[in-house]
C-alpha cells in the first residue's frame, strides 16, 4: 500500500465554522506533512510531525491546528479561518524525517471559506 | 520564502517534442527532487538527485544537478499529451522540502 488518503475531497465553510481534514497513510511512515496550495503556486509547508511530535511549525496562524493521534494518521483542525485561506491543503508521508526521503502526497482537500 | 525558482513558467510543446525545464536554488541541498502535478490533484514523485550526483535517469527523464551553480534541469523526452502537467523540483535541506514556482508543461497531439 503505498497511498496517502485524504477526507474529505472538497469542504466548504464558514468562518465560524470549526471542521477537520484528516490524512491517512499505512506505510508505516514516520514523518508526515501539511502544505496548503494556493492556485497555481507551489505548495507551501506549514506543519512537520516526526514520530508524532510537532517537529516544524512555519508560523502558521493559530487557527490551524495540527493533531498526530497515531502514526497512520495526521489532522488538521480548522477554526475561524479567512477567505484567503481557501485553498487546496496537501497532507503527504515520508518514512522518516531526514533527507533523501521521497515524499509521498495524497490527493488533498479543497477548501474554500465563505 | 521560496527556495527553488523555475523556468519557463509555462511550456507549450507537440508530442514527441522534448520538454526541459530548469530550477535554480539558493542554499545548500542534500538533495533535489522533481515532482509532477496533475490539474488540482497531489503530486506525485519523479525523481531524486542527491547532491554528490551529477545526472540521472529514469524512463523518459533526464536530470542534470550542478551544485556550484545551484542548479537543476528536468528533461522528459518524446513527449505524449499525457505528460500535461505542472512539474515542481523540490529542494530537501536537512529534511525541510521547499518547492520551486513550477513550470506548467502543456503536451498537444
Known amino acids: 500500500d503505498t497511498e496517502v488518503t485524504q477526507t474529505p475531497k472538497h469542504l466548504v465553510m464558514g468562518m465560524t465554522n470549526k471542521k477537520s481534514l484528516k490524512c491517512e497513510q499505512h506505510m508505516g511512515h514516520r514523518a508526515m506533512y501539511w502544505y496548503k496550495q494556493k492556485a497555481k503556486k507551489p505548495p507551501e509547508l506549514m506543519f512537520v510531525y516526526s514520530y508524532e511530535k510537532l517537529s516544524i511549525n512555519e508560523s502558521v496562524p493559530s487557527r490551524f491546528s495540527p493533531e498526530c493521534p497515531n502514526s497512520s494518521l495526521l489532522n488538521l483542525h480548522l477554526h475561524a479561518l479567512q477567505p484567503e485561506d481557501s485553498a487546496l491543503y496537501l497532507c503527504?508521508?515520508?518514512?522518516?524525517?531526514?533527507?533523501?526521503?521521497?515524499?509521498?502526497f495524497g490527493p488533498g482537500t479543497r477548501l474554500l471559506v465563505l | 520564502s521560496q527556495q527553488g525558482e523555475e523556468d519557463p513558467q509555462a511550456l507549450s510543446i507537440q508530442e514527441g517534442e522534448n520538454a526541459t525545464m530548469n530550477c535554480s536554488y539558493k542554499?545548500?541541498?542534500?538533495?533535489l527532487q522533481w515532482y509532477r502535478q496533475n490539474s488540482g490533484r497531489g503530486l506525485v514523485h519523479l525523481i531524486l538527485?542527491?547532491?554528490?550526483?551529477r545526472e540521472k535517469h529514469s524512463g523518459r527523464l533526464r536530470v542534470t544537478l550542478d551544485t556550484s551553480k545551484k542548479s537543476s534541469s528536468l528533461l522528459i523526452t518524446a513527449s505524449r499529451a499525457a505528460d500535461t502537467a505542472s512539474y515542481f523540483c523540490a529542494t530537501d535541506s536537512w529534511g525541510k522540502f521547499q518547492f520551486g514556482a513550477g513550470t506548467q508543461v502543456v503536451v498537444t497531439p
Open positions: 503527504a508521508s515520508s518514512r522518516r524525517l531526514g533527507v533523501k526521503e521521497t515524499q509521498y
Open positions: 542554499t545548500s541541498i542534500n538533495n
Open positions: 538527485i542527491r547532491s554528490n550526483e
